[in-house]
């Protein structure tokens, strides 16, 4: 992370601050990188943590691992298959009228 700063100053002319958005992974916050950034004269700006209840697809996940996972034993890894590929082929059709009511962009402002 640390050449990729220095790449990025290299690659603009200008002496003034550059402004980075990072994501919040672990090497993005070493203190390493935070401090050639501030030699550097890049300020870095950390996107918000995961919000993995408000990802439409996350809930989709959990809505498959219900009908397909969730309290039950699989003896093996082809049995684990089987149970979700008979999630997506079978029963996911039989109860897509259903997940509009949980997968949808209404969200409850607290």
């Not at 100053?9 to 501030?38: C, M, P, W």
Request: one cysteine or more; proline letters at 5%.
């Amino acid at each position: 992370m640390v050449h990729f700063l220095r790449h990025i100053r290299a690659q603009h002319s200008f002496t003034g601050k550059i402004h980075l958005i990072l994501d919040q992974a672990g090497y993005h916050r070493a203190l390493e990188v935070k401090n050639e950034a501030k030699k550097l004269k890049i300020k870095l700006h950390y996107l918000p943590p995961c919000s993995p209840n408000l990802t439409p697809i996350e809930r989709l996940w959990k809505v498959m691992n219900e009908y397909a996972r969730n309290n039950r034993f699989f003896k093996g890894a082809k049995d684990f298959r089987e149970s979700l590929y008979h999630f997506f082929k079978k029963t996911l059709p039989e109860i897509a009228n259903l997940l509009s009511r949980r997968i949808n962009d209404n969200f409850q402002i607290l």
